[in-house]
Protein backbone atom coordinates (compact mmCIF):
# COMPACT_ATOMS: atom_id res chain seq x y z
CA UNK A 1 0.00 0.00 0.00
CA UNK A 2 1.39 3.10 -1.11
CA UNK A 3 2.47 5.97 2.21
CA UNK A 4 -0.23 8.56 2.08
CA UNK A 5 0.74 12.18 0.77
CA UNK A 6 0.96 13.85 4.06
CA UNK A 7 -0.17 17.87 4.10
CA UNK A 8 1.84 20.76 4.34
CA UNK A 9 4.97 22.85 3.82
CA UNK A 10 8.59 22.15 4.97
CA UNK A 11 10.35 25.66 6.07
CA UNK A 12 13.82 25.20 5.70
CA UNK A 13 16.78 27.77 5.92
CA UNK A 14 20.18 27.08 3.83
CA UNK A 15 24.08 29.29 3.88
CA UNK A 16 25.91 29.92 0.61
CA UNK A 17 28.68 30.24 2.94
CA UNK A 18 31.92 32.59 0.87
CA UNK A 19 35.45 32.56 1.91
CA UNK A 20 37.35 35.13 1.19
CA UNK A 21 39.52 33.19 -1.90
CA UNK A 22 36.26 32.76 -4.31
CA UNK A 23 35.18 29.29 -2.11
CA UNK A 24 32.03 27.97 -0.79
CA UNK A 25 31.46 25.71 2.21
CA UNK A 26 30.42 22.20 0.84
CA UNK A 27 28.86 19.16 3.17
CA UNK A 28 28.79 15.66 2.85
CA UNK A 29 25.86 13.91 4.03
CA UNK A 30 26.79 10.36 4.73
CA UNK A 31 22.64 9.44 4.85
CA UNK A 32 22.12 10.30 1.24
CA UNK A 33 25.95 9.77 0.16
CA UNK A 34 26.33 13.28 -1.19
CA UNK A 35 27.67 16.80 -1.23
CA UNK A 36 25.07 19.55 -0.57
CA UNK A 37 25.45 23.32 0.57
CA UNK A 38 24.34 23.14 4.45
CA UNK A 39 20.84 23.94 5.02
CA UNK A 40 17.85 22.27 7.22
CA UNK A 41 14.22 22.40 8.51
CA UNK A 42 13.15 25.05 10.74
CA UNK A 43 11.97 24.12 13.91
CA UNK A 44 8.40 24.97 14.53
CA UNK A 45 7.93 29.10 14.13
CA UNK A 46 11.73 29.86 13.84
CA UNK A 47 12.57 32.73 11.51
CA UNK A 48 13.63 31.76 8.45
CA UNK A 49 17.29 33.59 8.62
CA UNK A 50 17.84 32.19 12.34
CA UNK A 51 17.10 28.96 10.83
CA UNK A 52 19.77 29.11 8.43
CA UNK A 53 22.40 30.42 10.51
CA UNK A 54 21.71 27.94 12.67
CA UNK A 55 21.95 25.03 10.12
CA UNK A 56 25.27 26.49 9.08
CA UNK A 57 26.63 26.87 12.80
CA UNK A 58 25.35 23.18 13.57
CA UNK A 59 26.69 21.55 10.38
CA UNK A 60 29.80 23.02 9.76
CA UNK A 61 30.94 24.91 12.61
CA UNK A 62 30.93 28.29 11.27
CA UNK A 63 29.14 31.21 12.70
CA UNK A 64 28.72 32.92 9.04
CA UNK A 65 27.33 36.42 8.66
CA UNK A 66 24.76 36.83 6.87
CA UNK A 67 24.86 38.72 3.64
CA UNK A 68 21.57 38.57 1.58
CA UNK A 69 18.97 36.72 0.81
CA UNK A 70 19.72 34.85 -2.45
CA UNK A 71 16.69 32.67 -4.06
CA UNK A 72 14.15 30.25 -3.11
CA UNK A 73 13.89 26.60 -3.95
CA UNK A 74 10.72 24.36 -4.28
CA UNK A 75 10.54 20.75 -4.30
CA UNK A 76 8.07 17.71 -3.39
CA UNK A 77 9.83 15.51 -0.31
CA UNK A 78 8.88 11.66 -0.58
CA UNK A 79 6.09 11.95 1.06
CA UNK A 80 4.29 14.20 -1.06
CA UNK A 81 5.38 17.49 1.29
CA UNK A 82 6.70 20.25 -0.32
CA UNK A 83 10.09 21.35 1.35
CA UNK A 84 10.57 25.36 0.22
CA UNK A 85 14.05 26.54 1.07
CA UNK A 86 15.50 29.81 1.12
CA UNK A 87 18.38 30.52 0.84
CA UNK A 88 20.92 33.17 1.94
CA UNK A 89 24.64 34.30 0.77
CA UNK A 90 27.00 34.50 4.04
CA UNK A 91 30.44 35.62 4.61
CA UNK A 92 32.74 33.10 6.83
CA UNK A 93 34.83 34.72 9.42
CA UNK A 94 38.73 34.61 8.55
CA UNK A 95 40.29 32.56 9.84
CA UNK A 96 37.42 29.93 11.00
CA UNK A 97 37.59 26.29 11.27
CA UNK A 98 35.49 23.94 9.54
CA UNK A 99 33.85 21.37 12.16
CA UNK A 100 30.87 18.73 10.70
CA UNK A 101 28.58 17.82 13.46
CA UNK A 102 29.27 13.89 12.74
CA UNK A 103 25.91 13.08 12.82
CA UNK A 104 24.01 14.49 9.83
CA UNK A 105 27.35 16.07 8.65
CA UNK A 106 30.87 14.01 8.23
CA UNK A 107 32.56 16.14 5.97
CA UNK A 108 32.77 19.94 5.96
CA UNK A 109 35.59 21.27 3.40
CA UNK A 110 35.52 24.38 1.22
CA UNK A 111 35.48 24.11 -2.67
CA UNK A 112 36.17 26.52 -5.73
CA UNK A 113 32.65 27.90 -7.18
CA UNK A 114 34.85 27.30 -10.39
CA UNK A 115 34.50 23.37 -9.30
CA UNK A 116 31.04 23.06 -7.74
CA UNK A 117 29.06 21.93 -10.55
CA UNK A 118 31.45 18.48 -10.49
CA UNK A 119 31.01 18.00 -6.60
CA UNK A 120 27.50 19.58 -5.69
CA UNK A 121 24.92 16.49 -6.52
CA UNK A 122 21.96 18.76 -7.00
CA UNK A 123 21.42 21.04 -9.84
CA UNK A 124 19.66 23.49 -7.69
CA UNK A 125 22.45 24.52 -5.36
CA UNK A 126 24.76 24.30 -8.81
CA UNK A 127 22.29 26.91 -10.32
CA UNK A 128 22.37 29.23 -7.49
CA UNK A 129 25.97 29.57 -7.26
CA UNK A 130 25.79 29.94 -11.22
CA UNK A 131 23.14 33.01 -10.97
CA UNK A 132 25.66 34.46 -8.16
CA UNK A 133 28.42 34.49 -10.27
CA UNK A 134 26.43 36.23 -13.32
CA UNK A 135 27.29 39.64 -13.91
CA UNK A 136 24.57 41.59 -13.40
CA UNK A 137 22.82 43.07 -16.06
CA UNK A 138 24.16 46.47 -17.32
CA UNK A 139 27.88 46.12 -15.67
Known amino acids: MAEPVRAGLV ?4 GIVIGSDDTVIAVHRPRYDDWSLPKGKAIDDEPILACALR ?3 EETGVDAVPIAPVGVARYRLADGRIKVVTWFLMLAPAPC ?8 VDQVTWIPLADAPELLHYGGDVELLRALRAPSPGM
Not at 11 to 14: H, L
Not at 97 to 104: S, Y
Request: charged content about 35%; overall charge negative.
Open 11 to 14: RAGG
Open 55 to 57: EVA
Open 97 to 104: QLRPDGVE
